[in-house]
């Protein structure tokens, strides 16, 4: 996401963290991925683990590890559009700080007249 409104630092910084969350959630996804065929591996079917005790209690951790993952991914999906709310808020505010200023230079400029250049003999 690029909001830089004309090159600055601020939406230069904004625009390469959401590009992080954005690769973390990529990231994440491929995890997630890789934990929901897990069980389907380690057994060669739908059934996680059949035939020993333990194998339960691995499935219960097993589904509690990838829901965590979930739930991290919705945050950080949550963040990525927060974020760029946030910049476009910004660099609107940007914007219309700019264009006042742009207006009030020229007011006092059409008022007094554009300044002469000074010299110095030095």
């Not at 339960?56 to 993952?69: A, C, K, S, T």
């Not at 991914?73 to 946030?86: D, E, N, S, Y």
């Not at 400029?109 to 300044?115: I, V, Y």
Request: glycine content about 12%; overall charge negative.
């Amino acid at each position: 996401m690029a909001v830089d409104g004309g090159g600055g630092s601020a939406g230069a910084i904004v625009r390469v963290q959401v590009e992080s969350l954005q690769d973390y959630a990529s990231e994440l996804e491929t995890e997630i991925a890789a934990l929901e065929r897990a069980p389907q591996r380690l057994n060669g079917n739908a059934a996680f683990g059949g035939g020993f005790g333990e194998a339960i209690g691995l499935r219960d951790r097993h589904d509690l590890v990838l829901q965590q993952m979930r739930d991290l991914l919705q945050q950080v999906r949550a963040g990525i559009a927060t974020a760029q709310a946030a910049a476009q808020q910004i660099a609107a505010r940007y914007e219309g700080a700019d264009e006042l200023s742009r207006v009030r230079l020229e007011e006092i400029t059409s008022t007094m007249g554009t300044p002469a250049p000074t010299t110095t003999g030095l």
